[in-house]
């Protein structure tokens, strides 16, 4: 089925480690995105991808990297320096970023900082 | 900047009544308008995607209306049933930030048996 699969759905960061959250998509849309959703909170974008080997910072990227080296895989890394990272990443795409197509969304991901 | 609201916040119906989700946005300048459902500890499902020429959308007991001109939406759920208990979100595309996407904080709704 096509779809994006996000992995792992559960993940546990101990202080000053980096963690790295999966996302791959089988739709061959351009567009990638990751979100950040707190309780009682809108999302927020963290980075988003156009095209492979590219990629742009959001509204809220300090303390995350991404890369793009395949047009299905997007992986988020939460470094040591975002001090809040405890929270639910959502990773979605679109076939193009000024499309009026749908956005799709993954399952996402749960990080406990512990 | 866009600014995105849904109210209530929260809303508990009894089961079988028909109920109406509000989203209301700043700049009437937008592409499309979508909505959302966000089952408890899982991602969002896409329910219904309006352009901004159009002013509803149907799918099954779910319709979207869209007035533009004034920034508002709503999302019309007949014949509610336990099973649509879930947070309900709505995204407005106006083409600003990075992504062109605003969200809301969403809905919560729950219908009771």
């Known amino acids: 089925d096509g779809g994006i699969t996000q992995s792992p759905k559960y993940l546990f960061r101990k202080e000053g480690q980096n963690v790295t959250l999966s996302c791959e998509q089988n739709?061959?849309?351009?567009?990638m995105y990751w979100y950040r959703q707190d309780p009682g909170q809108g999302l927020r974008l963290i980075y988003y991808?156009?095209?492979?080997?590219?990629?742009q910072k959001g509204d809220i990227a300090e303390g995350y990297s991404v890369s793009r080296e395949k047009k299905e895989s997007f992986p988020l890394t939460v470094t040591s320096a975002q001090k809040n990272p405890t929270a639910f990443y959502l990773c979605?795409?679109?076939?193009?970023?000024?499309?009026?197509?749908?956005?799709?969304f993954g399952e996402g991901s749960w990080l406990t900082v512990v | 900047k866009q600014e995105v609201t849904q109210i209530p916040a929260a809303l508990s119906v009894p089961e079988g009544e028909n109920l109406v989700l509000n989203c209301s946005f700043t700049?009437?300048?937008?592409?499309?308008l979508q909505w959302f459902r966000q089952d408890p500890g899982k991602g969002l499902t896409s329910l219904l995607l309006?352009?901004?020429?159009?002013r509803e959308q149907t799918s099954g007991r779910l319709n979207a209306s869209l007035d533009k001109s004034s920034g508002r939406s709503t999302l019309y759920i007949a014949a509610s049933q336990p099973g649509d208990s879930a947070t309900y979100l709505c995204?407005?595309?106006?083409?600003?930030?990075?992504?062109?996407?605003?969200f809301g904080k969403g809905t919560h709704l729950i219908i009771q048996p």
């Open positions: 979605a795409s679109r076939i193009g970023r000024n499309s009026g197509n749908t956005i799709y």
């Open positions: 739709l061959n849309h351009d567009a």
């Open positions: 991808s156009q095209i492979v080997n590219d990629f």
């Open positions: 700049d009437s300048a937008i592409y499309n």
């Open positions: 309006i352009q901004s020429s159009q």
């Open positions: 995204a407005v595309h106006s083409g600003g930030g990075a992504d062109g996407l605003t």
